[in-house]
């Protein structure tokens, strides 16, 4: 009988259950995501919600496919990195069901899915990516048998700062989709925009970026009487540049004519734009996945379990524990 394959992803504020069939193909999840009145994600409740929300999450996913648990053949989930709390319950539900239903279990890394589900959904087959999600800001390629990162965050990452700009500005989780929208209002009624008096600082630090100065300097544009709107286009603009100029640097340097997005921050359409443009200069191609895919889902997390059982890979019991600290080039690519 044709088996289905689970995901659980659980890394942070989001808990979500995906599907692929036995080909492997994906299917859309079921998602809850926390979204705290006040401050920022707290672990612990986070956690606690997605403990909450689990069994109506998955309850809603087999419906929506007309599927029951018999149609599960495997169970995949994220094993790191992320909030601990938050990961122990992905991996403990996953667990369950893995020895309720005596199929295999999957622990995968996390940013490896959005790179995987990227490429399912965009038929690149090489591609330079440039991860950037609330936690992660890294340019990735794959070199020798693992997807390496190139260059990255050496602060926070690129959503975090954007969902705490929000927030200082009294706008709640996540921001970066807000402030995207006071942009682009912005740039509407300005169509010929100029950074004069709206410079901040550059966020390239040779292969790598940092996040938290141009922050704190947005800030003080405020302060010194700039509107929201402005501020909130300069640092996209900003922000975003510098995304793309490691990028293209790092498709020079390996050579490599495709780039992939990712991540939840790969939902803004200026990004989207603004990677075309310069893939289009390089004769390059630029791709982005459909949005649901692109910010945490438990689809991508099937996907990529789906590929590792399929060569050879499970996760056995003494193994299974989460690792927070997961590093992008500690999982071999045992699959293409
Ligand atoms: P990871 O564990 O990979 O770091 P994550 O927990 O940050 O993932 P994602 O769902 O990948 O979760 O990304 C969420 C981030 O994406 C938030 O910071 C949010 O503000 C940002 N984001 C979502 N949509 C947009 C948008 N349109 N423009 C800018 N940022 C966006
Ligand atoms: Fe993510």
Known sequence: MDKWTLGIESTAHTLSFGL???????YP?????VSPTEGGIHPREAADHHKEVASILLGKLLV?????????????????????????????????ISSRLEVPLIGVNHCVAHIEIGR?????????????????????????GRYRVLGETLDIGIGNMLDKFARTQGIPFPGGPVIEKLAAKWLEE?????????ELPYAVRGMDLAFSGVMTAAQ?????????????WSLQEHVFAACVEVAERAMAHTGKTELLLGGGVACNSR????????????ESTSFAPPRMYCIDNGTMIAKLGFLELDSGRITTYPHSAVDQ???TDQTPITWV
């Open 271 to 282: 990004l989207r734009t603004m990677c075309e443009l310069m893939a289009a200069e390089r």
């Open 220 to 232: 003080r544009l405020l302060e010194s009487g700039k509107s929201l709107e402005a501020v909130c």
């Open 20 to 26: 692929v069939d036995s080909k492997g193909i994906p």
């Open 190 to 198: 300005n169509p010929n925009p100029t950074m004069d008096g709206l």
């Open 120 to 144: 399912d959904q965009c038929g690149c087959t090489d591609p330079v990516l440039l991860y950037v999600s609330g936690g992660n800001t890294q340019v990735i390629a794959r070199l020798e």
């Open 325 to 327: 600290y997961l590093r």
């Open 29 to 33: 999840s079921c998602s809850d995501t």
């Open 64 to 96: 929506q496919n007309e599927l029951s648990m018999t149609d599960i053949g495997a169970v995949s989930y994220s094993q790191g990195p992320g909030l601990g709390p938050c990961l122990r319950v992905g991996a403990a539900i996953a667990r369950g």
